[in-house]
């Protein structure tokens, strides 16, 4: 009949079970558990009636239109540059397909299961069914594990961590529409900080190390004390960042915090009180929190992580309003909190323009099971980058990798999601006469993610350079880390009341994070667009930034993988370093200011 609409329950009356005849399409891990991920144990199988919370992810209406949208948006001198996506302009290109829809949603109720359209361009089917039912329904067998992460300490903290099987089915009719099932065949690992603690006042050791020409005539030249401590007062020498406060109260610095890592206000008025006397040390930040994240200021609940970042955010970019975004809770993998941090910046009404995450996971930890989860992740980073938000990630603490959880592996990675093209990769440097790669900083190039259009020229540029330099280690065609590197070690904190150093690609994220909103500060003063998605901006103004041309990325080889090989810095981009160190005054002329 002509004009006539049938719902999904309707079409399933007319044709029962009729629609999806035919073979099934198997998918399975590499290995069934005959080999997991180090920290995870089988624990067995779970009571029948346990009730398991699935999300069906469905292939977005035009990904490659999106894609191609963002970069629009954010290259300097197009036609669009600064025009930011709004929110359903971003679910025209990320939601699903009515067929696909109608076709997922029948299968489900030909099984008497009633789905919830979620996401936030409705791209998962959602539901909560009993363990056998989930095992009829897909052809699998889901086993119970649990994870007990590393510690310093004679203990180890272990989590009832969840549920997966090694292989499961679906209709062969529907493998267009479904590019996933969570919880399955991927490990979703745990939460991972990019950062070390050294008790405080020991530094670092640092070579001392010879200034080449290049680095003489740096016009911000921090004083010979930034060599062993780097506090806000030495970034600003080196980067010739301002400590002239903000003045944009719609322009705000996020600080994403996952899986119950605390920031205390008596930290942060302490760090400010020591290292910031020229701000109130009553300035702080406002927690925002998604999938019940908390922040209790009990005295000792403060971590390492979250006190760096609240710190060198609120402590760098002077006055610019900070965001502490809690994101779930201790026992939140990896994957689901990073796609509640990307789901919340989707669908915000005012979300930060910048936002500075600390956690990774190195790829060599990772396997192809893995692989439709870190794209789907780095798919719902791309919406939210279409915003017109910054997202910077810390790049990593294992230098160019090759050797990763205790088992040899000899080719080169890098970490995710610094690998994703949609974001930032934030690398690490020391010393100050010159700046030098840091030898755990991250980079090198993804085995899963493709190289982005943006750096073609750059990285074919470098390939060039080093000859056969580490030849069949690593993926040539791959998304290559970082992006833009800052300082990394000898970063003092207080955490607890505690005074103590930080290094790590954890401290780098935030700085330059703080750097950049500094700049959106002054675009939006003057009525223009904040930065947004900042890599088509960095690859095309290389000189807003300092050129690192000594140090490697060796990394912090195990013991039982010896010889890994890394990356050196060069002239122009190279994976240890990216472009460089950020330059204020240059960045900020780069932005037409």
Not at 62 to 91: F, W
Not at 380 to 408: H, K, P, V
């Amino acid at each position: 009949m002509p004009g006539l609409k049938l719902t999904a329950t309707a079409l399933l009356s007319l044709f029962p079970l009729q629609v999806f005849a035919g073979p099934s399409v198997l998918r399975s891990r590499e290995s069934n558990f005959d080999v997991i991920p180090p920290g995870f144990t089988l624990v067995g199988t779970p009571p029948s009636d346990s009730i398991i919370d699935i999300r069906i992810a469905l292939k977005a209406a035009d990904n490659a239109g999106l894609q191609s949208r963002l970069y629009e948006v954010s290259t300097p001198g197009s036609a669009s540059y600064g025009q930011y996506l709004t929110k359903d302009q971003i679910k025209s290109y990320a939601a699903p397909s009515s067929d696909s829809i109608t076709a997922v949603t029948s299968w489900l109720l030909s099984q008497n299961i009633s789905a919830t359209s979620t996401g936030p361009s409705g791209e998962y089917l959602s539901f909560s069914i009993p363990v056998s039912e989930a095992n009829n329904l897909l052809n699998a067998e889901y086993t119970n594990f649990t994870y007990s992460s590393p510690s310093s300490s004679t203990s180890q903290v272990t989590h009832t961590w969840g549920l997966y099987t090694s292989a499961y089915s679906i209709p062969s009719d529907l493998a267009e529409h479904i590019t996933l099932v969570y919880p399955s065949i991927a490990f979703a690992p745990p939460v991972n900080r990019n950062g070390r603690t050294i008790l405080y006042p020991k530094a670092a050791a640092t070579a001392r190390r010879t200034a080449s020409a290049k680095f003489a005539t740096r016009a911000n030249t921090a004083p010979a004390s930034c060599e062993t401590l780097v506090p806000p007062s030495c970034l600003q020498s080196l980067y010739g960042i301002p400590s002239t406060p903000a003045t944009q109260p719609s322009n705000v610095l996020g600080v994403a915090s996952l899986q119950s890592n605390w920031a205390l206000e008596t930290d942060l008025e302490a760090f400010l009180t020591e290292y910031r006397q020229d701000m109130s040390s009553n300035t702080t930040f406002i927690l925002v929190s998604v999938e019940n994240g908390t922040n209790p200021q009990e005295e000792g609940y403060a971590s390492y992580e979250a006190s760096l970042d609240v710190q060198y955010t609120v402590g760098i970019a002077t006055n610019v309003p900070t965001d502490f975004i809690s994101v779930g809770n201790i026992d939140t993998d990896f994957f689901t909190s990073l796609t509640d941090l990307a789901e919340y910046l989707i669908t915000a009404d005012d979300p930060p323009q910048v936002v500075t995450t600390s956690y990774g996971v190195a790829e060599g930890f990772l396997t192809a099971s893995e692989a439709g989860l870190m794209e789907q992740v780095c798919n719902s980073f791309m919406q939210a980058t279409s915003r017109g938000i910054s997202l910077m990630f810390a790049s990593g603490d294992d230098g160019a990798g090759g050797c990763t959880a205790g088992t040899t592996n000899l080719t080169l990675f890098t970490a995710f999601p610094a690998a994703c093209p949609y974001v930032t990769a934030v690398g690490s440097v020391t010393g100050i006469n010159p700046e030098v790669a840091s030898n755990f900083s991250g980079g090198g190039f993804s085995d899963y993610f493709s190289r982005p259009s943006y750096q073609d020229t750059v990285v074919s540029s470098y390939f060039s350079s080093i000859g056969s330099a580490n030849e069949g280690l690593y993926n040539t065609s791959g998304r290559a880390v970082p992006d833009i590197a800052a300082q990394g070690e000898n970063i003092p904190i207080i955490t607890n009341g505690r005074q103590v150093l930080e290094l790590g690609t954890s401290a780098s994220s935030p700085i330059f994070a703080s750097v950049i909103s500094l700049v959106n500060d002054r675009l939006v003063a003057e009525g223009k667009p904040v930065l947004g998605f900042l890599n088509p901006f960095i690859y095309s103004n290389p000189q807003a930034f300092f050129d690192i041309v000594d140090g490697s990325t060796p990394g912090l080889v195990p013991a039982d993988c010896p010889g890994t090989v890394g990356w050196s810095a060069t002239e122009g981009w190279d994976p240890a370093t990216g472009f460089g160190t950020p330059n204020f005054n240059a960045i900020v002329a780069a932005a037409g200011l």
